[in-house]
């Protein structure tokens, strides 16, 4: 059965098409054929080194991905959450060892996948379970109420996207940062105000609201130097683990999308969520397996908008 892996750490050459055996459910879980993946920077984490403790439970290859898309071609007895084999879904995984995305097959527990959504590709698929359960975790942390106001940075992103469309769709206010060519994209998901992005933009977003937001995620990884955008009591979260030190009362919550691994209701809602329009899939390009080093150099180049996918 092929996958990309890597036999060990480094650049984007270090990806190869691999063999790796064949595996089954057991109870409660369920296998894909994986269509499709979607190159996440968190795999180029898992790939140069950078997460390698992460990965050394097995012998190589370490297989990255965190987003799958397919069909069910075996399940096993005790799964509960209605699929068959035979149905399209979209799945989240946590890699380790050779358990990731990146594989023709995967077993995974039930509850970590969910229908698609009706009428999408699996390359447009693949782009939510991870980005989108991210964004829901960060906004659940945040916990803010319908009028209050939220920054978002790294808007143009993924997470950062469906931060905003989750946002507005909860009756929040967003002001979110952009580049001059992504400003259009960022107002089309739904912010309210936007900004010219950068270390300083908590600058700018106090030019809005002098006292401050009432919470901010920080798509971005600016850590520190958005702090100063959040009001005294604020909330802050962060998707690097960044915790800050609880200045001025505001409540520090890392985003860590582990811990919503096999949260299907919030899964299956978010494939809702797809279905009425409320969030975008936003497909780059997609790839071969065989081209799957070319992915991980494009998005470590920088300024992709959409998900690059890698399809089998």
Known sequence: MRAVGLMTHGG?????????????????????RVFA?????????ARNGSRAEQ?????PPYIPGMDAAGV???VGPGVDTGVKVGDAVMAIVVPKGSHGAYREQIVLNAR?????????????????????????????????QPGQVLAVTGAAGAYGGYVIQLAKAEGLTVIADASEA?????????????????????????????DGVDGLADGAVLNEKAIPAVRDGGAFTAVRGFTGDGQRGIRFAPTQVRNYDGEWE??????????????????AETYPAERAAEAHRRLEAGGTRGRLVICF
């Open 266 to 283: 919030k899964l299956d809602t978010l494939r809702r969520q797809a279905e009425a329009g409320i969030l975008t899939l936003r497909v």
């Open 55 to 59: 990965q050394r439970v097995d012998p």
């Open 37 to 45: 993946a979607a190159v996440n920077p968190t795999d180029t984490l």
């Open 72 to 74: 069910i071609d075996e």
């Open 12 to 32: 984007p050459d270090v990806l190869k098409v691999v063999e790796v055996p064949e595996t089954h459910p057991g109870p409660g879980e369920v296998r894909l």
């Open 112 to 144: 970590s996948v969910t229908r698609a959504p009706a009428g999408r590709k699996p390359e447009e698929a693949c782009t939510l379970p991870m980005n989108g359960l991210t964004a829901r975790q960060s906004l659940d942390l945040l916990a803010l």
């Open 182 to 210: 992504d400003e259009a994209l960022v107002r089309s998901l739904g912010a309210d105000i936007v900004v010219r992005r950068g270390d300083d933009v908590a600058d700018r977003i106090r030019e809005h609201f002098p």
